[in-house]
Structures are given as structure tokens and as C-alpha cells.
């Protein structure tokens, strides 16, 4: 399949399938965790044609494709999101989520040293429930699974604002630009351990 | 009708697996590539690495191939439950699922049989021991395999010849028994990132012991069903909120909500929405209007483990009696909205205001 077939496709399953399929899985979030506190956003959207065309494009690093079998390989056509407001509301909308959703994958995402700051979110891949697909649905070009991450205030700021400044793959940042975006990812990760602390002391959710 | 195999008496330990090629939607006829069969005993308390060795069986026109190309042909319609392999953590990996791919690469004997193991250390004395075969199809862009094992079992074999009768008693018969006959049947369409669910059938996951439950789908398959116990519950909790919600017949809103105090005590067994109306015997107008409130229709079919307290959340009913006997009922999420209560030192006022669609006396609360 040449790129622009590869996109004509996507686009056909992004207008036809993907967008509706993304409001449907946010109502069904929404109407899922709406007993749960402190939950600050729940969203869901299909990914761009554009950015579906950029990462099916992906080479590893011995110069082949990373994905022969895009649309079954990309597991976040779909995304999700659940922002809460402290650390400890993302393990209580991961309990809940695992009890409605089957995972075939759950991971927190942390930097590799201890000594490092940068990403912080917990990520599942969920396959979607079935109340979401109508029983004529084309099952065939619906994906199986999507992504849904759960994260905090500090983590998503930290994250979107990231995204937008340090992927510029053709203008890499010089040393310090990556300190000092490693010293905001210090600064969200510092205001979620305090509110973590204080939301135990002043909302009395310590177990001590 | 169940239908016998006989093991041979001679037979060193057999597990059978086969193999046919096609994909096998409901209906669809396909060729038969090959056979494997193994005997799996009961090794749970005491799994054992050993290999298995299991045989190819010829295909042929013979009673034993014709069987289980009809098991083969029937496992779209049989098979009626859908599950998904489990998996933990960051790796998207599970050990059965991984054992099918291989054997979709490259079907054998060899590749069949950690299955035939993995099912041997799954089984406990309850379950005995089985015959197991695995049947593998190929279509135009699918391949189906069917997994299913026949429980062991004595008997009583008569032969008679022209001179006389023989009748002879045989320990290892195998029984596709209604009671207890398992299969699961998976699709694959080759590409990466596949084969994670598939279906099954398996007549003892209502079971009232867990391990005789969990037995197939759990212990050997790694798997669960598709629908979580809370997505299942929530599905029939809305069902019936919704059908209250949308009838005036007093008729339907009472067997409903009788049927809503009493699930509270439900144990965490299998069921279907459909399964739920039938346990009750809600009268076909009840049955109807909740039936009518699952959308898609087809989840009412849908298999999933009742979990009362998940139901309770959804369709509960708040009760406060009062020392004068009075005693008021609403449901939980509308109770502060049906009764305005004041409150003075101990004592409560309750007012409501509406119009009356029932009035019945009861001999209990």
C-alpha cells in the first residue's frame, strides 16, 4: 500500500468509523467513573490522518517499517484519556478500570533513572467493550483494542506542553534546553508529591 | 446423542490435536489438514514437564474424522462464548496465546503439544482424564483452530458375532458429554497483534464449585470471559432501571424491583442478561421490556459473572423504617429526591408528594 492509499483508508475509517467510535468510548467513560471524585477530564479521540500517517511511516533502526501491519499494529487509533487532580486518584480510576475493561497491557511510564524527570503517566491497552459497536458494525476495519492513559494534572500539563516544544525532529534542543525541560518535568513532578501529602492530610485519605 | 471414542488398550499415554485449514464461519465447509490427539490425566497437584506424546491422526472418511469435522463445522454455532486471553502487566503476552501462534506456524505434534501439557497441569481429579484433539482450518486469509477435550469415562462394550455375544468392561471411554464437553475455537488472520479472543463452550462454568468452573477457561485457556462481572452487571442493572423507567404497568415495575431486592443474593456465578429473566420467571411482558432496554440486542446473550455488589450499586433500593412502623422505600439514587426529610434531635419528618398507581397489603416488608 503506497502512503496515499495508506491515508485514503485511514481517512475513509476516520470519518466512517474512528471519530464515532471515540464519542461513544467518552460517554461510556464518562458515564463509568461519574461516582468517582476529582476526576478533572475524561476525553477520547481518533487519531489524525496525519499523525496515523507519520507513525505507520516509523523505520526501526535497521532502516525497515516498525509497523507492517498498520492499522492492526497502532494500538492508540483510538486514545483515551482520564486527567484527576492527585496521585492517589490515578490508582483509584485504575482499579475501577480494570474492573470494567479487559487489558492486555498496563504500564507505568517513568523515567529510567531514578536520577531523571521527564514522562510520568500509567497507560493501558483496553480492548474496547462491546456496547459500543452496533450489530452491523464492520467489524473488520473496527480496531480491537485502544489506548487509555490515566494521569494527573501536573503529569498531563507537563506532557502536552512538552509534546508541543520538544519534538521538533529536525531541530533537536541544545543541552539546556533539555535540562530545563527536565527541570519542568522536576517542578510537576514536586507539586504532585505535596498535593499527594496534603490531600492525605487535609482531605484525610492517609491511612495514618 | 453423546458419541464414544475408545482409547486402544495398549495405548501409551495419547493426546490428540487437529489441525484443519479454512476459516470456519457458522456453515462453512472446510478441508481437514490434520489431526493431533493427546491423553492428558490429571497433573494439577503434581505438574510434570515431561513431553507429551501425542499422535497425528490420518484423515480418512472414518467415524473418528467424522466427528470431529462436525465438532469442526459446529464450533461457530457451539461455541457461544466469547473470552479474551488475560494479561498482566507491560508485556502484552499470554502463555496460551503464544503456544497457538506457534502452532499456527508450524503445526505438528511437537507445537501442539504444550497445550496438550499446559491442559494436563490444569486438570485436577475432579476432572479426570480426557482425550484432547485440536483442530486447525485455513480459508482464503483465516485460519481456525478448535481445541476440544472429551472426558474419560467406563463402559460397557458389546460385540456379538455370528456364534455369540461378547460384552466386554472398558475403563478408558471417551464421552462427548453433554455435561461436560469443552471446546474453544480461535480465529487467526495471520497479522501481528491477533488472536486475543475467542469462544467457547464449556457446560460446567455455572458450576457450583470453582474449580470445576474456572477449570477451561481460566486454568487451561488463561482466559475470561470478554465481558468483565462489573460490565455485565452494570448492562443488566441498566436493563431493568430502564425498563422501570419506561413502563406504567405495575405488573413489570413489581416483578422487576422483587427480583432487584432479592439478586442482592446471587452468588458470582455465569449468566446472561436472558439467563437473569428466565432465573426469576419474569412473565414474557417483563421478560420483553428489559430485553428490549440491552443495546445492541445481541449482549443479552452475552455471557459475564454476576457480581452483587456491582448490581446493588446500579438498582438499589433505600429502606428506612420508622418507630411508628412507618416504613419508606425509594431507589437509592432517588431517595433524597422522592422523600424531604427534616430533622429535629432523633425525630424525622418524611414528606412526598405524588399520585398513586399501586396500593397492596404485604405480609412482610
Avoid at chain 1, 64 to 92: C, M, N, T
Avoid at chain 2, 186 to 215: F, M, R
Avoid at chain 2, 270 to 298: G, W, Y
Wanted: hydrophobic share 40%; net charge negative; glycine share 6%.
Amino acid at each position: 500500500m503506497t502512503d496515499e492509499e495508506l491515508l485514503a483508508e485511514y481517512r475513509a475509517r476516520h470519518i466512517g468509523i474512528l471519530q464515532s467510535l471515540a464519542e461513544r468510548l467518552t460517554s461510556h467513560l464518562q458515564d463509568m467513573l461519574k461516582d468517582i471524585p476529582r476526576i478533572d477530564r475524561v476525553s477520547a479521540r481518533a487519531k489524525s490522518p496525519d499523525r496515523f500517517l507519520a507513525k505507520a511511516n516509523k523505520l526501526q533502526p535497521d532502516g525497515g517499517r516498525k509497523y507492517e501491519h498498520p492499522f492492526d499494529q497502532i494500538q492508540d487509533l483510538v486514545g483515551a484519556r482520564v486527567i484527576v487532580f492527585y496521585k492517589q486518584d490515578v490508582e483509584v480510576v485504575s482499579e475501577e478500570i480494570d474492573r470494567y475493561f479487559r487489558r492486555i497491557e498496563s504500564k507505568e511510564l517513568i523515567p529510567d533513572s531514578v536520577n531523571e524527570f521527564g514522562y510520568v503517566g500509567k497507560h493501558f491497552i483496553l480492548a474496547f467493550p462491546e456496547d459500543l459497536f452496533d450489530d452491523g458494525a464492520d467489524r473488520g476495519k473496527t480496531p480491537q483494542f485502544f489506548e487509555l492513559q490515566v494521569k494527573t494534572l501536573f503529569q498531563h500539563a507537563w506532557s502536552e506542553a512538552e509534546h508541543d516544544l520538544a519534538y521538533k525532529p529536525s531541530d533537536p534542543l541544545t543541552p539546556l534546553q533539555c535540562r530545563q525541560v527536565a527541570f519542568t518535568a522536576a517542578q510537576a513532578w514536586g507539586a504532585d508529591q505535596i498535593f499527594a501529602q496534603l490531600h492525605d492530610e487535609l482531605n484525610g485519605t492517609s491511612s495514618h | 446423542m453423546p458419541r464414544h471414542l475408545r482409547s486402544s488398550h495398549t495405548a501409551l499415554p495419547l493426546v490428540a490435536v487437529i489441525i484443519f485449514e479454512n476459516q470456519m464461519q457458522e456453515g462453512d465447509s472446510m478441508a481437514v489438514e490434520a489431526i493431533y490427539s493427546f491423553l492428558t490425566y490429571p497433573k494439577r497437584s503434581h505438574a510434570e514437564e515431561a513431553s507429551m506424546s501425542g499422535t497425528e491422526i490420518p484423515l480418512d472418511d472414518g467415524k473418528l474424522c467424522k466427528m470431529l469435522r462436525d465438532i469442526f463445522d459446529n464450533a461457530g454455532k457451539d461455541c457461544n462464548v466469547p473470552v479474551m486471553f488475560t494479561s498482566d502487566g507491560d508485556k502484552q503476552e499470554n502463555a496460551v496465546r503464544s503456544e497457538l501462534l506457534a502452532l499456527l506456524e508450524t503445526p505438528g505434534v511437537a507445537t501442539a503439544a504444550p497445550l496438550a501439557s499446559r491442559l494436563q497441569n490444569a486438570t485436577s481429579g475432579t476432572s479426570g482424564m480426557g482425550l484432547l484433539f485440536i483442530c486447525m482450518g485455513q480459508g482464503a486469509d483465516h485460519t481456525r483452530v478448535v481445541i476440544s477435550r472429551f472426558p474419560a469415562d467406563e463402559g460397557v462394550v458389546a460385540e456379538k458375532s455370528t456364534s455369540k455375544l461378547t460384552v466386554q468392561f472398558v475403563e478408558q471411554v471417551f464421552l462427548k458429554s453433554a455435561f461436560s464437553y469443552k471446546a474453544a475455537t480461535y480465529t487467526s488472520n495471520g497479522k501481528p497483534n491477533q488472536l486475543w479472543s475467542g469462544h467457547v463452550v464449556d457446560k460446567q462454568i455455572n458450576h457450583g464449585s470453582k474449580a470445576v468452573a474456572d477449570y477451561w477457561i481460566v486454568d487451561f485457556l488463561r482466559s475470561e470471559f470478554s465481558t468483565t462481572a462489573a460490565q455485565g452487571t452494570k448492562r443488566l442493572a441498566s436493563a431493568l432501571r430502564a425498563a422501570i423507567a419506561a413502563t406504567t404497568t405495575m405488573e413489570i415495575k413489581s416483578e422487576i424491583t422483587s427480583a432487584a431486592h432479592l439478586a442482592g443474593n446471587l452468588p458470582k456465578k455465569a449468566m446472561t442478561i436472558a439467563d437473569f429473566c428466565d432465573s426469576f420467571h419474569f412473565s414474557e411482558r417483563t421478560k420483553q421490556a428489559i430485553l428490549s432496554k440491552v443495546n445492541p440486542a445481541r449482549l443479552v446473550h452475552e455471557k459475564f459473572r454476576f457480581d452483587a455488589a456491582e448490581f446493588s450499586r446500579h438498582l438499589a433500593y433505600k429502606q428506612v423504617e420508622l418507630d411508628n412502623g412507618a416504613v419508606l422505600t425509594a431507589p437509592a439514587d432517588k431517595f433524597e429526591e422522592c422523600f424531604k426529610e427534616t430533622k429535629r434531635k432523633d425525630v424525622h419528618t418524611f414528606s412526598t408528594t405524588g399520585a398513586v398507581v399501586d396500593e397492596r397489603l404485604k405480609k412482610t416488608k
